[in-house]
């Protein structure tokens, strides 16, 4: 049969346009799937500084850049929320809710979504009060009071974002330690708008049309305080992608990806790339390195 593509990329964040740029460099014809905005977590970070030869820029700028390059090449950009992947063998096929592509192999680099906070009434207060990007929303809450729940990177990141806004940001960590790079939080311990608080985690949302306080308990004592916000940011780590190809490929206990360092996943012809594989470093850098590496295999596959 006659195939549609080559190679079909589901996702457009670094590793999906890093990958279509080595992919369609080598002449294959190639896809790129996206259901959201190229770009992937890009677009949530206000400034990268550290992707090799860049001393710092707005996310959401590298993320134009990278999506200029990635279809230089002729690779073509299509909009679809992938819902299955089929293994047929010889050939595989990409189902989105409006269409089918089949090809000779495909790279899966569609990336994690943050995880919410559990709460009741937490769905409720999405876009009113509640938000999981500072960099999209933060001028919504300018002289205002928010917290946030996390202690790595990106929690911290997004605070010293924040505090161009806000009056003032409280930052909710489970443990007594931060999980962020020290740089970071050498930034954050020097900020006079900021407040930290060790040891609590959220318990309940406060509010009525809009978000109002939140309560936090002691992790030790279970001792509750409450907090007057209008603004809660949760950053307490993310959930991959990979419901459309549960039944398809390996994954870990947690749902991402198992790769080789071929970054070949269990299925041959099927590659994993970025933040949805099993890997220790989620970051720009290596999900880039992911996606060459998951394009130049493809291309031996398809040759071979």
Known sequence: M????????????????????????????????????????????????????????????????????????????????????????????????????????????SGTTEKNLGLADEEKYVGKGISYCAVCDGAFFRNKDVVIIGGGNSALEESLYLTQFVNKIYIVIRRDVFRADKIIQD????????????????????????????????????????LDVEGIFPYIGSIPNTSFVKDVVKLNSQGYIITNEKMETSVEGIYGAGDVIDKQLRQVVTACSDGAVAAQMAYHYINK
């Open 2 to 109: 006659d195939l549609q593509y080559d190679v079909v990329i589901i996702g457009a964040g670094p590793s999906g346009m890093t990958s279509a740029i080595y992919a369609s460099r080598a002449g294959l014809k190639t896809a790129m799937l996206e259901c959201s905005a190229p770009g992937g977590k890009l677009l949530k970070t206000y400034n990268i500084e550290n992707y090799p030869a860049i001393r710092t820029m707005a996310g959401a700028d590298l993320a134009y850049s990278m999506f200029e390059q990635s279809t230089a090449f002729n690779a073509e950009y299509l909009y679809g929320d992938v819902t299955k992947v089929v293994d047929h063998k010889d050939y595989k096929e990409v189902i989105t809710t409006d269409n089918s592509y089949t090809c000779k192999a495909v790279i899966v680099a």
């Open 187 to 226: 930034k954050i311990l020097n900020n006079d708008k900021i407040e930290i608080i060790t040891k609590h985690v959220p318990k309940a949302i406060i509010g009525d049309s809009t978000v109002k306080g939140i309560i936090l308990e002691h992790v030790d004592t279970k001792e509750e305080k409450r």
